[in-house]
């Protein structure tokens, strides 16, 4: 049975820090491109992070470049992502994507919410 289960969510005061964690199992992880997507209320999914299989490549939406790292452990099968100097808009719920062609996974979402 396929898994991606998204942990690390919280709320944050801005400029704050969170550490997300997707832990996954039932397929070959290192097999998978990861990808880290965020939907705030009333807006379309977007992509905020993506990593190779190997870990050698990595991408980040511009809103999140320089203050966002993704990186993963192919032998704890885990993808993170580290956020810092969160801001209000960074608020949304965080999916964890697991993509090759022709074939993705999804978890089920965590929350994050930046406020004072």
């Known amino acids: 049975q396929v898994q991606l289960v998204e942990s690390g969510g919280g709320l944050v005061q801005p400029g704050g820090s969170l550490r997300l964690s997707c832990a996954a199992s039932g397929f070959t992880f290192s097999s998978y491109a990861m990808n880290w997507y965020r939907q705030a209320p009333g807006k379309e999914r977007e992509l905020v992070a993506a990593i190779a299989r190997t870990g050698g490549s990595t991408n980040y939406a511009d809103s999140v470049k320089g203050r966002f790292t993704i990186s993963r452990d192919n032998a704890k099968n885990t993808v993170y992502l580290q956020m810092n100097s969160l801001k209000p808009e960074d608020t949304a719920v965080y999916y964890c994507?697991?993509?090759?062609?022709?074939?993705?996974?999804w978890g089920q979402g965590t929350q994050v919410t930046v406020s004072s």
């Open positions: 994507n697991a993509w090759k062609p022709a074939n993705d996974y």
